[in-house]
């Protein structure tokens, strides 16, 4: 009785295991193809001569501005960019 309650708990502990491991392996995946069509986007990009909407609508999912802050007597500003398909880098 206590083997195969033993290995009843090893069965399930394994089982959890594998579900989370197939959770990890699908993030991965999403990630991944999130990635590809990031780089999908900057290729169609890489040759741009200027700046427009379109191309910020594209690639650029929000732009975060902090507060001014004065150091040293110079003024600085963090700007943080958040793209899409990839997040912040």
Known sequence: MKLTDAME???ESNQNRMQEIAALISEEEHSKGDV??????????AAITELDETVLNRLINRILIG??????GVK???VRIVYNFVGEL
């Not at 507060?67 to 040293?72: F, G, H, L, Q, S």
Request: hydrophobic share 25%.
């Open 67 to 72: 507060e001014p802050k004065k150091v040293d």
């Open 9 to 11: 708990k090893e069965q």
């Open 76 to 78: 600085t500003q963090e």
């Open 36 to 45: 590809q069509m990031f780089m999908g986007e900057i290729r169609r990009y």
